[in-house]
């Protein structure tokens, strides 16, 4: 009875089971409180609260591979850390478990019986996170499972080239954007507004929405002769105009399964620390190939307070900040008295805390610290990261003052996404103690982190303050940016790498055989152990399976 990931999806609930045709069983179990056709009204939450399953588990791995965050001691550096995997397990497979079993089917359902029904809204929503979940699983593991997907009475299942993919996604977006554009809703039907809790309804910015993850999809190509720089300028600017506009996924944490997974109480983060990469962006010696001091103390970024946690030790020019190197762990991290005691990288949540996790279990709001706390929105995307996008596809194109326009207005749209007073369902603000002040946006802003011209700009500029805005919830996106740029490429203005100082762990996991990671492995109990056919011939039972580039990043 055991059949792949797929069709144990389809029957994993009851808006599957009608899916799979268990009309009978259905008969002789009615139940007028359990509704066996419930509304799509009913059902869309689920979903949107589905979706942090698959990501945030995720993103534990794929922020180590970017090198967002690293282990806290030596003694916790893991696979992951070295870019590489482990074999025979599910881990790092929760973004392939929520495409295919998570949302999958279920919305398939709401897009038949919205359909069924005239709720245009739903449909269009429902199409637009369908589109979304294959976009994140193909981005993660290159050729999934795509035109076979969800069909039934089948144990195996083709997987599908990304060049199909992608061209199936803007299918699916254009599809979803004309439902949402419609006026010829039953007027009996459910509204959006009933099961919406990231819009309320607000079908603009569902379509604006969409509009950002057409730009993402072709944003994708910008190695290839096919990339369009102005279709994705369009495409942003038809997108997420500013903070009210973001896709932000609250929580309510009342329980373990309504709190953010990377809060406290969860305790998923204690073994984690920042990064020395993010460490060195923020206090400007990246930017400005100058060491933090008390004389050139501008040079810091005033988001840096906000995102990042500090240590005891502030003697170090940048006000305490520290961060682990790749695969390392914290060097002071055995240290308990003395000086090196005081230089231990705290943890993501509390400055100048470093051992354990008393929150763990209990809801106490004084352990948080940025989108590291229980009742902290988890971003999908937002308009800082269109406005990069823009960026970098004006660059390409050309077109400097476009460009530089946008690099500018991504900064500060971050700034406004930090600063933001409030929050959806009463979720806890971001920043720490203060918002930043107009005249520390302005210093920075002035500072020579800051390219002032667009003929000084360089994509380098661009990608490292995409990087910092996406820092701690994008790393998808970023893992995504960086393989655009195959880890080393070279700025071709200033012949350093686009991601300049990042550097690789030493050694790399072992099956690596000394090259990046370029893409995930499918998960595991789904793929390795029913559909093996399929990952013979595409490769996917080579050890170094991991290490292959997708067909996005080439040229």
Request: hydrophobic share 40%; proline share 5%.
């Amino acid at each position: 009875m055991k059949k792949s990931l797929l069709l144990i999806g389809m029957a994993a609930t009851l808006v599957l089971m009608i899916a799979t045709g268990c009309k009978k069983y259905l008969d002789i179990n009615s139940d007028p409180d359990t509704p066996q056709n419930p509304d799509a009204s009913s059902v869309f939450p689920a979903m949107i609260g589905a979706i942090p399953r698959g990501l945030q588990y995720d993103s534990r791995y794929c922020a180590k591979y970017v090198q967002n965050f690293g282990a806290n001691t030596a003694a916790n550096v893991n696979n992951m850390d070295r870019q590489g995997y482990n074999a025979g397990s599910d881990v790092n497979g929760d973004i392939w478990r929520q495409c295919y079993f998570g949302l999958g089917a279920n919305l398939d359902y709401i897009i038949k019986s919205g359909t069924e029904k005239a709720q245009w809204d739903y449909v269009g929503a429902a199409q637009v996170l369908k589109a979304m979940m294959f976009q994140y699983t193909t981005d993660y593991h290159g050729e999934i499972i795509f035109t076979e997907a969800f069909k039934e009475n089948q144990a195996f299942f083709k997987y599908d080239d990304q060049e199909v993919i992608y061209a199936g996604i803007d299918s699916i977006l254009r599809l979803a954007i004309n439902n949402l554009s419609r006026n010829d809703a039953s007027p009996t039907s459910t509204r959006l507004a009933k099961g919406d809790y990231i819009y309320s309804g607000n079908t603009t910015r569902w379509i604006k929405f969409a509009w950002g993850l057409l730009a993402r999809n072709y944003h994708r190509f910008t190695n290839k002769a096919i990339y369009n720089a102005d279709s994705v300028i369009a495409f942003c600017n038809r997108s997420l105009v500013d903070i009210n506009d973001d896709f932000l996924i609250p929580f309510d944490a009342a329980k373990n399964d309504d709190a953010n997974f990377f809060g406290t109480y969860r305790d998923n983060y204690t073994l984690f620390r920042q990064s020395d990469f993010i460490v060195r962006l923020l206090d400007g010696t990246i930017f400005t190939g100058v060491a933090p001091t008390s004389a050139n103390a501008y040079n810091r970024d005033p988001r840096m307070k906000h995102l990042l946690t500090c240590s005891q030790d502030t003697t170090n020019g940048n006000g305490g900040f520290r961060g682990v190197a790749p695969a390392t762990g914290d060097p002071n991290s055995g240290s308990t008295t003395g000086p090196n005691a005081l230089k231990r990288i705290p943890v993501l949540w509390l400055d100048s805390f470093y051992v354990g996790n008393p929150s763990a279990s209990v809801f106490n709001p004084l352990y948080k610290h940025y989108i590291f706390a229980d009742r902290a929105v988890y971003p999908i995307m937002t308009s800082s990261e269109i406005q990069f996008m823009k960026a970098e596809a004006a660059f390409r194109k050309g077109d400097l003052p476009t460009a530089h326009a946008a690099y500018l207005s991504g900064i500060g749209q971050h700034f406004d996404f930090i600063n933001r007073g409030a929050f959806p369902r009463g979720n806890v603000t971001l920043y720490n103690g203060n918002p930043i002040s107009t005249a520390q946006r302005t210093a920075y802003l002035a500072s020579a982190n800051i390219k002032q011209t667009p003929a000084s700009l360089t994509l380098t500029d661009i990608m490292l303050q995409k990087y910092i805005a996406l820092w701690g919830w994008g790393c998808f996106e970023t893992f995504v940016d960086i393989r655009r740029y195959h880890w080393t490429d070279l700025d071709p203005l200033t012949g350093q790498q686009v991601y300049k100082t990042m550097v690789f762990p030493s050694p790399f996991f072992a099956d690596n055989l000394n090259k990046p990671v370029y893409r995930v492995r499918p998960r595991f109990n789904s793929e390795y152990v029913w559909n093996r056919a399929e990952l013979l011939r595409i490769g996917g039972l080579n050890l170094d399976y991991h290490t292959y580039e997708c067909w996005f990043s080439k040229p």
